[in-house]
């Protein structure tokens, strides 16, 4: 496995300090060698420094340069100047130190502490209304709330620091900032969303002579079309991202761009491609070798071994993967290890040193536990399962193939509900402020409501007839209790209304006769079924036609698209499992068992794709995008359950959906593609098509045929074997 790029991901732009260091620098006389470093300079000058506002920058400085190395040292100073800052009333430099403290604390990953202290900037630099300065804060605060993955209020942070920069002018750092806010976006997966923020950020900084940003923002984009698997766009922006960095002359920067280029290039899965990576690798390698980087020799060694490993050539890769994984033991760098171990298990593997590759796949799977790398701890399930298998040692191959399927499904559900939390961020905060709004409303008038109710009671105190005080009181508790039955009547009713709206949401996420036992019993016991039929579905260059349009767009245009499916499918007596992305997933045959699952399904399928054929002309005819759709279908044994304890799914398991997957991977747009086995089932009523046996990712070969769009009444079929 190799890791994208130098730091693995997306670059966010920080802006930690605004401190203008070299301007303070000419304005003193320093007697430096060229030797000495900024911290030696600043240590020098806070010897003599007098208490003013002068030292004040000075310490705040000098922390600066020293705050990864000497995180104490850093600490004490800046509370020295902040200090003196009080002392002084010299607010922009409270300002500028809190912030440096801040910082301290997010390199220490103090993270909630670092939020307090920039928060104590922010507060500073808004009373003395400091644009840049409370855009430089909101950054900070964006990518600390990054680091603790709380993606909308770093996506809101930034927003703050874009509108800041906006109202400044200033193009470079609303670049950046548009910047950051993809990397927060791709981090939630919404990868349509993050590289729409990037193309503002490009379109902002092309001809604008930054050559070292706009390489970034290059990379950036590649990296995101890298993490769709689109490798021939992902290297079309490397090569842009490259030929700048050729142009800057540091030979750091070229050795990063021709690690990503090659990365593109291996995975294209071809001979020459490979070789020409391995080249780019190679070069890379001499030029850390040659700054003596020995974290980027240890990646670069890994990114090596998997690039010969595909042309081949597995003793010289493995000569690469050993120093890899010597730096990394070195460096106590245990993601790098993770990512070493599983390129050493997968050349072993390819050797026919099964049993070997175990002791790697077992290593790597650790790590991925232990630093919670899910990505990670799927891959090493899925060589287990791999490993077994090849051993002959079937059952635990199944268990570890069944785990993965599981933990595979509720990573998808998870990412699909953080992408979604994510994608809410960029429109909610507009929101968030008319709620608080409507509940200082409230507020104010409860208090009102108090307030006067106060001022009743009082008078009646205040009384001096004892009898009209006693009636008072009566008719006081009458219109209470009246007030108070009307209450209960009411929140009954809306208790009511609320139970069968339950009920209704409940119903139209879960099956009825399961929603009915989570219910009853709070769990639903899994359940297996012999025989079921599942579809899949995806469209086809979903991708590139998403680009092409907005966000709210697209959404729109998927509902159009899968609220006429759920109609198909309950029309056909079909349970819908889920949506992931432009994917559609639905089964016959359950929650109720029947022997019409196969006919049923197939029927569906065959009216989305006159559908989406219909859909398509009139679309065309409008010059409008549209979509075409391949669909897969596979009959077999599943397990059906709920998943999760808050956000319920029921969801289907087992290499029954694996395989329905790979048929619709296999399938052309236009056409409904099924197994064998749905084959037999359908075969007297549907006049099929053989394909042959074709190859399937993790499957082998597949036996598969199209379904054609007319049924006929005699069942015969158009195939040969």
């Known amino acids: 496995m190799k890791i994208i790029g130098r730091l693995s991901g997306y670059p966010t732009f920080r802006k930690l300090q605004t401190f203008g260091k070299f301007a303070l620098l000419l304005l003193l006389p320093l007697q430096n060698t060229p030797a000495q470093t900024l911290a030696d300079s600043f240590a020098n000058l806070l010897k003599t420094a007098p208490a003013d506002t002068h030292r004040v920058t000075l310490l705040t400085e000098y922390a600066w340069e020293i705050n990864e190395s000497e995180t104490d040292l850093a600490d004490a100073r800046i509370q020295e100047a902040i200090a003196l800052a009080q002392k002084l009333g010299f607010k922009q ?101 993050a590289f729409s923020e990037l193309n503002k950020a490009r379109l902002l ?68 491609s490979s070789r020409l990576a391995v080249q780019y690798f190679q070069q890379a390698l001499a030029i850390y070798r040659a700054e003596d980087d020995q974290p980027s020799i240890g990646l670069v060694c890994n990114n090596l071994g998997d690039g010969l490993k595909h042309l081949g050539q597995f003793d010289e890769a493995m000569k690469y993967l050993r120093e890899s994984e010597r730096i990394r033991q070195e460096m106590d760098d245990e993601p790098g290890l993770m990512e070493t171990y599983n390129t050493l298990n997968d050349v072993l593997f390819r050797q026919g040193k099964t049993r070997e590759s175990l002791e790697y796949i077992r290593r790597y799977a650790d790590i991925a536990d232990k630093i919670g790398n899910k990505n990670m701890r799927l891959s090493a399930l899925k060589d287990f399962a791999r490993a077994y298998a090849k051993l002959g040692d079937y059952a635990k191959a199944y268990e570890f193939q069944k785990q993965y399927n599981e933990e595979r499904f509720k990573l998808m559900d998870d990412r699909r509900a953080q992408n979604i939390e994510t994608q809410q961020a960029l429109t909610s905060a507009q929101e968030r402020q008319l709620a608080l709004d409507r509940e200082k409303t409230n507020v104010a008038l409860r208090e009102a409501e108090l307030a006067s109710t106060r001022t009743f009671r009082n008078a009646l105190l205040g009384g001096a007839v004892l009898l009209f005080l006693l009636v008072g009181l009566l008719f006081s508790r009458n219109r209470l209790r009246e007030r108070a039955n009307r209450l209960l009547t009411a929140k009954n009713e809306t208790i009511e209304r609320e139970r069968q709206r339950a009920d209704t949401l409940l119903q139209n996420i879960l099956p009825e006769k399961t929603a009915e036992e989570l219910k009853t019993n709070g769990t639903v016991k899994p359940i297996h079924y012999e025989s079921v039929t599942v579809f899949f579905s995806d469209f086809k260059d979903f991708t590139t036609i998403a680009e092409a349009m907005s966000p709210e767009m697209l959404v729109k245009e998927l509902d159009e698209y899968f609220r006429l499916f759920d109609e198909i499918v309950a029309r056909h007596g079909l349970e819908k499992i889920k949506t992931i992305g432009d994917a559609y997933m639905c089964a016959g045959g359950l929650p109720e068992p029947n022997e019409t699952h196969a006919h049923d399904t197939v029927r569906a399928a065959l009216e989305m794709q006159k559908l989406l054929h219909e859909l398509g002309l009139r679309k065309s005819a409008e010059g409008k995008p549209f979509f075409e759709m391949r669909i897969g279908i596979h009959t077999g044994p599943v397990v059906a359950g709920v998943v999760g304890s808050h956000k319920f799914a029921y969801d289907i398991w087992g290499d029954t959906v694996n395989t329905a997957a790979r048929l619709e991977q296999g399938g052309e747009p236009g056409k409904v593609n099924i197994s064998e086995t749905t084959w037999e089932k359908v075969r007297d009523e549907f006049a099929c098509t053989f394909r042959g046996k074709l190859p399937a990712k993790n499957k082998g070969e597949i036996a598969m045929y199209f379904v054609d769009f007319k049924p006929t009444a005699t069942g015969s079929q158009n195939h040969s074997q």
């Open 205 to 272: 900084l092309e001809n604008q002579g930054d050559m070292r940003t706009t390489f970034k923002i290059y990379t950036q984009i590649g990296h995101n079309r890298f993490d769709l698997d689109m490798f021939l766009k992902a290297r079309d922006w490397y090569e842009k991202s490259l030929h700048l960095r050729q142009q800057s002359g540091d030979p750091v920067d070229i050795a990063d761009g021709l690690v990503d280029l090659g990365n593109a290039l291996d995975e294209l899965e071809n001979i020459d």
């Open 93 to 193: 430099g409270e300002a500028t130190a809190w912030n440096g403290l801040g910082v301290v604390e997010e390199v220490r990953g103090n993270y909630r502490k670092s939020i307090e202290h920039y928060e104590k900037a922010l507060a500073l630099r808004q009373a003395l209304a400091d644009q840049r300065g409370i855009a430089g804060i909101h950054t900070n605060l964006g990518n600390v709330y990054e680091s603790l993955g709380e993606f909308p209020a770093a996506i809101s942070h930034h927003r703050e620091s874009l509108t800041a920069y906006e109202s400044l002018k200033d193009t470079l750092r609303m670049a950046r900032a548009y910047s950051n806010i993809s990397s927060v976006l791709a981090l939630g997966g919404a990868y349509p969303e």
